[in-house]
């Protein structure tokens, strides 16, 4: 069932992409990622009260609340880094490079730290998976070559690529660490209590923000893009909800390899929704990370 849940939330977070893509131009990463974890919390919330789960918040360790709490912080500073990464670099070399170092350096914690073994199919599939994300995201360097901001260093050949590597190397790191605090918050958490911890914390954090950055809050971008920030928003929820439950269901080092599939599945949906065209590395990039998959699943 966690495999299954795992392979459901890079579906997710695919298709969440792919509907905030439509998005305006005025629409910063702030104002996704707020959105994203005020309506999370909320729905969260209602799911808590309607099935009791919330009850339950009393009786959480401390210890494990520290942990989710302190993972979403993490995870929400790695999101706003890995955005500011893209705005310096290519996609084509920001998203290999943070997914690759994210699998690897989970894998490799999870079995330092947390015990979790990593079998010949989670070594297998992750090899795999990484090959494929660097393949689905290299057929888009020579068009952002061409139709780029002129004002981004990176497309110039100066320091702008550098930058934008080592701070998808940063994300990388500090969604490592979040996934690993996850991990442990989870043990002795219900899994929709873990996720409404995970969006509390910066849902709180966000509110501050708003009012001492004006140009960061969502009122001011809500008008024209409000549809595709909520529905983005709704999936980030499902998202956050799979997340949890795959983590409870399932090892660390499974999950970790199989949500990375995402970039395949948003070639899929943006094919399938946006019309978008695959080319050879594409289709040789989602053949890789079916091979992922299917390699993780079998031989572990």
Same mark, same amino acid.
């Given at each position: 069932m966690?495999?299954?849940?795992?392979?459901l939330n890079a579906?997710i977070?695919a298709l969440?992409?792919v509907?905030t893509?439509?998005v305006g131009?005025?629409?910063?990463?702030?104002?996704?990622?707020?959105?994203q974890?005020?309506?999370?919390? &909320?729905?969260?919330?209602?799911?808590g009260?309607?099935?009791?789960?919330?009850?339950?918040l009393?009786?959480?360790?401390?210890?494990?609340?520290l942990?989710l709490a302190?993972?979403?912080?993490v995870?929400?500073?790695?999101?706003?880094?890995?955005w500011?990464a893209?705005?310096?670099?290519t996609?084509?070399?920001v998203?290999p490079?943070?997914?690759?170092?994210f699998?690897?350096i989970?894998?490799l914690?999870g079995?330092l730290? &947390?015990?979790?073994?990593?079998?010949?199919g989670?070594?297998?599939g /992750?090899?795999?998976?990484?090959?494929?994300?660097?393949l689905l995201?290299?057929?888009?360097d020579g068009?952002l070559k061409k139709?780029?901001d002129?004002?981004?260093?990176?497309e110039?050949g100066s320091?702008?690529?550098?930058?934008?590597?080592g701070l998808?190397?940063?994300?990388s790191?500090?969604w490592?660490?979040g996934?690993l605090?996850t991990?442990?918050g989870?043990?002795?958490?219900p899994?929709?209590?873990a /996720?409404?911890?995970?969006?509390?914390?910066?849902?709180?954090l966000?509110?501050?923000? /708003?009012?001492?950055?004006?140009s960061?809050?969502?009122?001011?971008v809500? !008008?024209?893009?409000?549809t595709?920030?909520?529905?983005?928003a709704?999936l980030?929820?499902?998202?956050s909800?799979?997340f949890?439950?795959?983590l409870?269901?399932?090892?660390?080092?499974?999950?970790v390899?199989l949500?990375?599939?995402?970039?395949?599945?948003?070639?899929? &949906?943006?094919m399938v929704l946006? !019309?978008?065209?695959?080319?050879?590395?594409?289709?040789?990039?989602?053949?890789?990370?079916v091979?992922?998959?299917?390699?993780?699943?079998?031989?572990?």
């Amino acid at each position: 069932m966690g495999e299954s849940l795992a392979l459901l939330n890079a579906v997710i977070w695919a298709l969440t992409g792919v509907v905030t893509k439509g998005v305006g131009r005025n629409v910063k990463p702030i104002h996704i990622v707020t959105t994203q974890v005020w309506v999370g919390f &909320l729905v969260l919330i209602t799911i808590g009260l309607v099935t009791g789960h919330l009850q339950e918040l009393a009786h959480v360790q401390l210890r494990s609340v520290l942990y989710l709490a302190g993972g979403a912080l993490v995870n929400t500073a790695g999101s706003l880094v890995f955005w500011q990464a893209i705005s310096r670099s290519t996609v084509s070399k920001v998203y290999p490079t943070t997914q690759s170092i994210f699998i690897s350096i989970s894998v490799l914690a999870g079995w330092l730290f &947390l015990g979790d073994s990593p079998q010949i199919g989670v070594v297998g599939g /992750a090899i795999l998976i990484i090959g494929g994300v660097i393949l689905l995201n290299r057929k888009r360097d020579g068009a952002l070559k061409k139709s780029a901001d002129p004002s981004l260093p990176s497309e110039h050949g100066s320091s702008g690529d550098y930058v934008g590597i080592g701070l998808a190397g940063l994300t990388s790191i500090l969604w490592a660490v979040g996934f690993l605090s996850t991990v442990v918050g989870l043990q002795d958490t219900p899994p929709v209590l873990a /996720a409404t911890i995970r969006n509390f914390v910066p849902a709180i954090l966000f509110i501050p923000i /708003a009012f001492m950055i004006p140009s960061s809050r969502v009122s001011r971008v809500f !008008k024209r893009n409000g549809t595709r920030l909520i529905l983005g928003a709704v999936l980030f929820v499902g998202s956050s909800l799979t997340f949890v439950l795959a983590l409870d269901n399932a090892p660390p080092g499974v999950v970790v390899v199989l949500i990375n599939t995402s970039p395949m599945w948003a070639v899929v &949906l943006a094919m399938v929704l946006l !019309k978008e065209r695959l080319d050879r590395y594409a289709l040789a990039g989602a053949a890789l990370s079916v091979a992922g998959i299917f390699v993780t699943l079998t031989f572990r």
